[in-house]
């Protein structure tokens, strides 16, 4: 097995880029490439070899540097089939479940609609890695543009099934609001308490509060919890179905 390194680009304001490559070999994919030139940057200082970029759902500020990138190294850019068609520059083509290889690691390509109808997350099944775009960020989980709430839930709890030590690196610094919404709804849930100080620590030092792990999410994040009585009870919704509470709470974070 080749242990992949990641690199955590910080781009535009708030967005998250990751550089993926094998240390020995050189050789190197980008997820989301919001801009290019912080990319760039960072592939040139670290004499990477830059063949794929993956990209996990159309809005710009996450293939904002596909062209610009393409153009420079003659990488690939690779992207979900049926979403193909907004997807700038894109090569190779997935379907949901298909697995692409990279360095002798297998990378799962599956579908996650809700904050887009064509979203996708890839999961690096050795490495443990997952890169989710902005299906769910740490302590949250993404707005709903063009899906339901019901397809949102869905794709979290797929992103939740993953074993407890995939780390997760998703695609926003949003952290210290996605705080305070679960701290809001959340105060009795221990394991939030002590983990908001890791991450005011964090944040105070201006450092990332990514990646995340599926245990942390699960323990912590009020969005990976709607089966909890603790939180059915807060939002009167006892008795209720998880999606029912998923869709309570999706509505009072996006008016918080």
Excluded: W
């Excluded at 997952?130 to 709430?149: H, K, N, P, Q, S």
């Amino acid at each position: 097995m080749s242990l992949l390194n990641v690199k955590l680009i910080k781009c535009l304001s708030d967005n998250y880029s990751y550089i993926i490559f094998n240390p020995i070999t050189k050789k190197a994919i980008i997820v989301d490439p919001a801009e290019a030139q912080p990319l760039m940057d960072a592939i040139f200082k670290l004499n990477l070899d830059l063949e794929y970029i993956l990209i996990t759902h159309h809005h710009n500020d996450h293939v904002g540097g596909n062209i610009e990138l393409k153009n420079k190294f003659n990488c690939k850019i690779v992207g979900f089939a049926d979403d193909s068609n907004r997807i700038p520059g894109i090569d190779i083509r997935l379907q949901d479940k298909e697995i692409f290889n990279f360095e002798k690691e297998n990378i799962q390509l599956n579908f996650a609609p809700g904050h887009t109808s064509g979203h996708i997350f890839y999961y690096f099944k050795k490495n443990k890695y997952a890169f989710v775009g902005d299906v769910v960020f740490t302590l949250g989980c993404g707005r709903i543009f063009e899906g339901t709430t019901n397809e949102m839930y869905k794709s979290i709890m797929k992103i939740k099934s993953l074993p407890d030590d995939v780390e997760i690196f998703c695609g926003h610094e949003y952290t210290a609001n996605n705080l305070k919404f679960c701290l809001e709804y959340d105060k009795s849930n221990d394991r939030l308490m002590k983990r908001a100080k890791q991450i005011e620590a964090l944040l105070n030092k201006n450092l990332p509060t990514v990646p995340t792990t599926v245990l942390n999410e699960k323990q912590t994040n009020i969005f990976f919890r709607c089966n909890d009585k603790t939180i059915s009870h807060k939002l009167d919704l006892v008795g209720q179905s998880p999606e029912k509470v998923f869709e309570k709470l999706r509505q009072l974070k996006d008016n918080f």
